[in-house]
């Protein structure tokens, strides 16, 4: 099972390092790591197996979000199968 | 493996484009609730709900949470109620509307539906009460909607329930004139009407369903628009390609969510709508859709043709995406909803008379529509039976949500706020009809065969 962790916004320093903490205080395993750019924006992606997640989804998710909101960027976990079901028929 | 693209793409829709989860609606059925005290059936309801639909909320928003989609309105559709209301008379069926409005206050739920009644051929007493409380119903709750299905291609057209909806609407936007007649905002005439309809303000929960089920409607009219555009200068083909393909992705979004939820629930999964349902933000547009497909305004000549091929290509690549496909799934144009249809109406390109034609060929009405507070309720029943006729004769669910702004005259905006937007009054065609209206009876169910 795995999420994608999509980060948004300007570059800047360290969030490679803010976000990465965040997913190991929550056990979630980055598993691979890419960056592209969305329009004008930085736009990196990380897939973390979160099989063995410690808490819950909602509250993962939600301190992502509350840590890109402190550094002006926008993070966003989703579970991978949203992807799945848009992309893969 | 999921391709970069991809998410990119899925990111976009939701960051840019206004992608969304319409409606989760769940459907209760309360033939279990009926007593010969109405009282009693007024406490059978609010149990029934509030232990049905007592996780829907908090449900929606894990799943919204889970899968970084936003699932705008969380509803609950209930058995028509003019089924379970027995020997109550108008009084208590307002009583049972201020239950529903309690329990959907208590569940933190957008809306309830279903105080309905369906009387295409004949009214029975329980339908005739309701609908005589429909208008302090309204009034007097927040969060009821209310439908009553006038006529249907199997039984033709109830011309009596035509006349009396007519009034109806009238005394309804008269007790809410303090609110811009919020009261009709809640009140769908219908043709056709659909057991499985998670949208309001028509949805109920029909006789054919179980206990409890999940319907959801999906929507997307930003991205559609979006897609449209960036394939730039392309013939009809390639564009019925793109529009498919959009509402492919968009729909199995609501197949996901409706999954889950009926998981999540334990409720059955009843149907995904496959609706492009327009929301007054910007870049939530049908009208805009329409635009973008090389028209200068929406209203003007084309408008119809735009319309038919973009509802048709969305049911393609819907239909596709989800297992089970109901409720009303069609391109829907409310007017105060629809920040293009706004600005179409504003300026004149738009009238009642090409949104008629346009219901031809798009589900579902004449929707959130206002006319001058002096329209007279026969006009009103012009206009319904109008409407009605078309949902009658092309076998499709019509609707008619009027709001007969009390004085206010042609040009005049009229606000609901919220989801419900905000709408010019439009200018409604003077000559009388009344003589039309009073005669009564039956429309006969029209022929199906000799197609020429």
């Known amino acids: ?89 | 493996m999921i391709n970069t693209q991809d998410i990119l793409e899925t990111i976009n829709m939701i960051r840019e484009e206004n992608l969304d989860v319409r409606t989760v609606t769940m459907g209760v059925s309360l033939y279990d609730c009926v007593s010969d005290d109405v009282d009693k059936l007024c406490s059978n309801i609010y149990d029934k709900l509030m232990s049905s639909a007592k996780n829907l909320v908090s449900t929606a928003e894990d799943i919204e949470k889970l899968y970084g989609i936003p699932i705008v309105n969380k509803r609950v559709s209930v058995t028509p109620i003019s089924y379970v209301g027995g020997k109550a008379g108008p009084d208590g069926y307002v009583k049972i509307a201020k239950t529903l409005d309690r329990a959907a206050h208590d569940l933190g739920i957008n809306f309830i539906g279903g105080y309905s009644a369906l009387v295409q051929k004949g009214m029975t007493k329980g339908a005739d009460a309701l609908i005589t409380s429909i208008p302090q119903a309204l009034a007097e709750t927040e969060m009821v909607c209310s439908s009553v299905n006038v006529g249907s291609t199997r039984a033709g057209i109830n011309m009596d329930a035509v006349a009396r909806m007519g009034r109806v609407v009238k005394e309804a936007a008269a007790l809410t004139a303090d609110r811009d007649a919020i009261g009709c905002a809640k009140l769908v005439v219908f043709a056709n009407a659909v057991d499985d309809n998670p949208f309001m303000a028509g949805a109920f929960h029909g006789a054919g369903e179980g206990d409890c089920v999940i319907n959801v409607g999906v929507s997307g009219p930003g991205v559609v628009e979006k897609a449209i555009r960036r394939a730039g200068d392309c013939d009809f083909s390639t564009l019925a390609d793109v529009i498919k393909k959009t509402a492919f992705k968009i729909t199995r979004v609501g197949q996901l969510v409706a999954y889950e939820a009926s998981k999540r629930l334990g409720v059955p999964y009843g149907i995904v709508d496959l609706s492009l349902a327009p929301t007054p933000a910007i870049g939530d547009s049908v009208a805009c859709i329409l635009e973008s497909m090389g028209l200068e305004t929406c209203g003007g000549p084309g408008t119809t043709a735009a319309l038919a091929m973009l509802n048709d290509a969305v049911k393609k690549g819907g239909v596709m995406a989800s297992s089970h496909v109901g409720g009303l799934s069609g391109a829907f144009i409310p007017v105060s909803e629809d920040a293009g249809m706004i600005a179409a109406a504003e300026c004149g390109s738009l009238t009642l008379e090409k949104l008629e034609a346009m219901t031809a060929v798009c589900s579902v009405g004449l929707d959130m529509i206002c006319i001058p507070g002096d329209t007279t309720a026969e006009t009103i029943s012009g206009i319904i039976a109008d409407e009605i006729a078309i949902g009658m004769v092309n076998n499709k669910t019509t609707a008619v949500r009027v709001i007969p702004a009390p004085g206010k005259g042609i040009g005049e905006k009229v606000e609901f706020g919220g989801l419900l937007g905000y709408a010019p009054v439009m200018r409604v065609n003077p000559v009388s009809c009344e003589q039309f209206i009073a005669r009564g009876g039956r429309i006969p169910a029209p022929i199906h065969s000799l197609k020429n």
């Open chain 1, 1 to 89: 099972m795995k999420a994608v962790i999509t980060v948004i916004g300007k570059d800047q320093v360290g969030i490679i390092a803010t976000v990465s903490a965040k997913c190991a205080q929550f056990g979630a395993n980055i598993t691979e790591i890419t960056q592209s750019v969305l329009d004008k924006y930085f736009a990196m992606i990380m897939i973390a197996d979160i099989s063995a997640l410690e808490g819950d989804f909602a509250k993962f998710a939600d301190e992502l979000k509350a840590l890109g909101e402190k550094s002006g960027l926008d993070i966003r976990c989703m579970h991978e199968d949203i992807f799945d079901a848009m992309h893969k028929i």
